[in-house]
Structures are given as structure tokens and as C-alpha cells.
């Protein structure tokens, strides 16, 4: 058997392993066909009904960010794209071009940054010993960064970890970097995906902003909607006023202009379309949290599944973990192993994409991890 690991997109729920098409999705894009629009360009900084269902999907429609027009926004290319958006922002605007990512962070938050002009640096984060978060020294790390610098946090399921701070540890990290005057920048790629709860997995977000942050956010609808190729993102920021949010929303658009002129457009009529009718948003909720569980039920069963291989290890991680990713703590040599005799792929770090488990590979996979790991 050939098992790949590696991906980063969603599996089908039916375990053929292809990509996945939500109902809700599909739904969206036929009542979109039938209305025949056209195909004229968007404004700069993008779809104004998709700018607002993102807004309120991560700050929640009660949030005085949101009621008191204080949310600045650009519709970007995906994630990438807002965190892309993000850099030049801060750059362009923020005293301190010092950036700090947790270590490990996503792959492609360096060159993003780095290529923005950005000065990047690192606060601890994972603990290997446990495998979960390391809060003590990620707390110490943060007390001591310069005042004015950007932090970047994962608002949950943490790539490529998948270790996630609780409420109670946010709110810990909340006023150490209050205390430090530190501009907080959250990239929320799976809000929704992680636990299958929309608003559990904007907890961050929410309370960073009711603290007093002015926060910078990037937004992706590749997960949570599948819409990895239609490149579906949104960058915000949260300004004092609204009017300085409609002044720091047009230096957005200057921003973008030179650099795509014009954001997606079917992208932004399919989620919004999803977010704003309430029978497909209904279905749209129905079609995450059935993805998160689907993510859920195979870490159960891949650590069932060791404890049946006999293995003695503690694999408790691989469901204390959230979301697409698991560090499982296998060595390069392992890794390796499960290469070259087993036709798994994961990456060298021991990093598995829990999407490309199934029902039909489980069992293999925990054998595999079994016979490399005794």
C-alpha cells in the first residue's frame, strides 16, 4: 500500500481520498449559474457583501468591531494572499519592522514576511518532550520582546503542530502581550475546521479584540469551504475609529492595487452567497463540523489502532492535537523507515496531514508507525 501524508487539503468524507466538494459549496454555485451575472471586475479591495460575512464569521455579528463599522478589510488571494496584504501593511505603516512567529510556525510565513521587508524572529511555542504547547517559555519569550514589535499567532488547529492554546492560556497570552505593547497579527486558516465549532475557533480573535488590540487578521476560505483553487481570503484590520478604519481601509486598496488591481470574483459570490443565505449557511455548518469530525475520528483511530499494534508508547498527542495536522514526535530516522519500507510519505519532521487518513489505510498506517517506533 502507498499511503501519502503529506497533503494540505481536505480528503473526501466517503474516504476515496479526492477532493471534496461541499454540498453547501455546490448548492451556492448553482443558484449563482442560474442567476446569469456577468463578469465585471471588483472593486479594489473586493466584494462588499463577502468583505462583511467575513467580518462577522470572525468577530462575531455583536462585536462592537463589527456594529461600530471599526474593521477595515481587503478581499485577497486566499490566506497567502492576506498575510502577503498583512506584511506590506505593516511595513508600510507600523514603526517596527520585527516580526515573531511561534516556533515551529507554517513554512511559508517566513519568505511571506521576509519578502515584505519584515525582520523575522521566533518565540517558543511547541514542547517535544510533550508534544503540546510549551506556555511557560512562550510566555517568558514574549515578556521579553521589544515594545511596538508584531507577533503572529495561529488562531487554532496550529500548523504544523496542531497544538492549541485554551481559553484560559489565550487569555494568559492576551495581557503578556498587552503588557508589551506588541502588535498582534492572527492568521485564521481553519476557523471552523479545527473543532468544528465556528465560534470556538474564533475564541482568539474575539478576545484579543474585546482586550483592546487593535488587531491585524488574515482570513482563508480554503478549508472551511473547500475552496482551496478559487482563492477565498480576507486581510482586516481593527482600527480605534471608524474613520480611521475607512482611512486605513483605503490605504489597503493602494496597497492591492498595484499588486492585483482586483481580487476573485467568483471566489467572493460563493461565500458569500453560502455566508448570507440562511438555508445554505445552515447546510454550510453542517458541511464543517461533518469535516472536523471526520479529522477527529481518525486521530481516535490511528491511536486505537497503535495501542492494538501492541505498541507501549504514550500516543495520547495524536488527539490531544486539532486540526488537518499532527506532529507525531517520529525522528527523521523514522520517518525514513516509513518510507523506504512502508510507502508512507509524511514530512521529514514527523508532521502528518490526518486528511490523508482513511478508514481504508488506518490500520496500515498504525502498523507501519508501529514497526518503526518498537
Known sequence: AVVSTQSGHYGRGDDAGKPYVLASVRAAEEKLLSQHLNHEYLPTHGCPKFRQGAKVLAFGKDSAAVTDNLVASAQTISGTGALRIGGEFVNKFHSSKALYLPSPSWGNHTPIFRDSGLEIKQYAYYKKETKGLDIENMLSDISKIEEGATILLHACAHNPTGVDPTHEQWDQISQVIKDRNLLVFIDMAYQGFASGDLEHDAYAVRKFTQDGHRILLAQSFAKNMGMYGQRAGVFSVVGETADQAAALESQLKIIVRPMYSSPALHASRIVSTVL???????????????????????????????????????????????????????????????????????????????????????????????????
Not at 334 to 353: M, P
Open 276 to 374: 448570507t443565505d440562511e438555508a445554505l449557511y445552515a447546510q454550510w455548518l453542517g458541511d464543517v463540523k461533518g469535516m472536523a469530525d471526520r479529522i477527529i475520528s481518525m486521530r481516535e483511530a490511528l491511536k486505537a489502532g497503535l495501542v492494538s499494534e501492541g505498541s507501549t508508547l504514550d500516543w495520547e498527542h495524536l488527539t490531544n492535537q486539532i486540526g488537518m495536522f499532527c506532529f507525531t514526535g517520529m525522528s527523521p530516522e523514522q520517518v525514513e523507515r516509513l518510507t523506504s519500507e512502508f510507502s508512507v510519505y509524511l514530512t521529514k519532521d514527523g508532521r502528518i496531514s490526518i486528511a490523508g487518513v482513511s478508514s481504508r489505510n488506518v490500520d496500515y498506517l498504525a502498523n507501519a508507525m508501529h514497526q518503526v517506533t518498537k
